[in-house]
């Protein structure tokens, strides 16, 4: 479903008197003050020629954000072109964004048109801006610059008529710092820096969220649509989600699917998975803790003090080694 402005409130389904009406196509959930403040600021930079930094981390919605600012552009019906420094190998990075002549390099046998030329007219986003090579640098610098770009084995440079918008996960700023990434580039990047934070940092946001992406699920599925039970939302508030609003999708499709016709999703089932990992580390290690203090007991025969007694052995205060025995659940 397209809808001609951003989503609020709980279902997202109505509009804020105060929200900027905007022409972006995908539905952007924003229900909490952090979240506003970026449309805001969206909306203000949009119909600009400026170039956009956008930081976040992973899943926090730096591409639709970015398509947003696209969609809300004088260029909307020109291309939008990603360019994903993360996705393109090191040797390919070059003649993806700029393009070859046929005999640039050995093998060019055509004019390749690279993401640059390609987005003319429209938007170029370049992805992942922190993975790209230091040495491919200067060339994108001097690219942005001056807004012309050489094809590898090409004579003339080509204008290029482009708005940038940028993103990374990293913090390009401490990759300044360490000489990992120029110091020039990061400037000419971070004209209009907005930075998504963590849906841990926006957690209000979160009902709203998952009820949007539930709703999004049983359109899909030709469903109808359900709510999450009060349950189920406290538990995904409790969540810390590393992998943000996308980590978050993904655990309500799947509730969505495991809780079958129930009147109320719920969420036990799906966030299983996510949090075994950390659970069934934290039981291993007590795990081993319980295993090896039963095994320094048997050797002492159950004695925890004095000389050749468990505590002696295994370097503990006995009262210690007591009220370990007791969390672990150990009677001797
Ligand atoms: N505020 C939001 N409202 C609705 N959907 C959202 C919102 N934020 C993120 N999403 C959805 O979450 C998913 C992840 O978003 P997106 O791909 O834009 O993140 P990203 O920051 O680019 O992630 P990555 O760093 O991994 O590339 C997408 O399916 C996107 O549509
Ligand atoms: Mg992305």
Redesign the pocket.
């Known amino acids: 479903m397209h809808t001609l402005q951003p989503?609020n409130g709980r279902h997202?389904a109505s509009t804020s008197a105060d929200a900027p009406t905007l022409g972006w196509r995908?539905?952007?959930?924003?229900d909490s003050p952090a979240?506003k403040r970026i449309l805001a600021a969206v909306a203000l930079v949009a119909p600009m020629p400026s170039t956009v930094l956008?930081e976040?981390?992973?899943?926090?919605?730096?591409?639709?954000?970015?398509?947003a600012i696209h969609d809300a552009s004088p260029r909307r019906d020109k291309p939008f072109v990603t360019a994903d420094c993360a996705s393109l190998p090191a040797t390919l990075i070059d003649s993806e964004l700029f393009g070859y002549e046929p005999g640039g390099f050995t093998g060019a046998a055509r004019t390749h048109v690279g993401r640059f030329e390609r987005a003319s007219g429209g938007t170029l986003f370049i992805?992942?801006v922190g993975e790209l090579p230091i040495g491919m640098q200067p060339k994108l610098l001097r690219a942005l610059q001056q807004r012309q770009i050489d094809r590898i084995g090409g004579c003339q440079p080509v204008s290029v008529d482009i708005r940038v918008v940028a993103?990374t996960?990293r913090d390009l700023r401490a990759m300044v710092a360490r000489g990992q990434f120029r110091a020039d580039l990061y400037y000419r990047l971070n004209v209009f820096p907005l930075r998504?934070p963590p849906l841990r940092a926006r957690i209000e946001?979160l009902p709203a969220?998952a009820e949007?992406?539930l709703a999004k699920h049983a359109r899909r599925a030709t469903r109808p649509a359900r709510s999450l039970s009060p349950a189920a939302i406290e538990r995904l508030v409790r969540h810390s989600w590393p992998?943000?609003?996308?980590e978050?999708?993904n655990v309500v499709v799947r509730a969505a699917i495991l809780s079958g016709d129930a009147e109320y999703v719920e969420v036990e089932a799906a966030m299983r998975d996510v949090a075994r990992p950390a659970r069934k580390q934290a039981l291993a290690l007590r795990d081993v803790e319980r295993r090896h203090i039963e095994h320094i007991l048997e050797r002492c025969r159950g004695r925890i003090e004095g000389v050749g007694g468990a505590a002696a052995v295994l370097e503990l205060k006995p009262s210690t080694l007591r009220s370990r025995m007791h969390k672990l659940g150990i009677s001797r």
């Open positions: 989503l997202g995908a539905a952007i959930v924003e979240m956008i976040g981390e992973t899943g926090t919605g730096k591409e639709l954000v970015a398509r992805d992942e993103a996960n998504i946001e969220l949007y992406f992998g943000n609003v996308r978050l999708e």
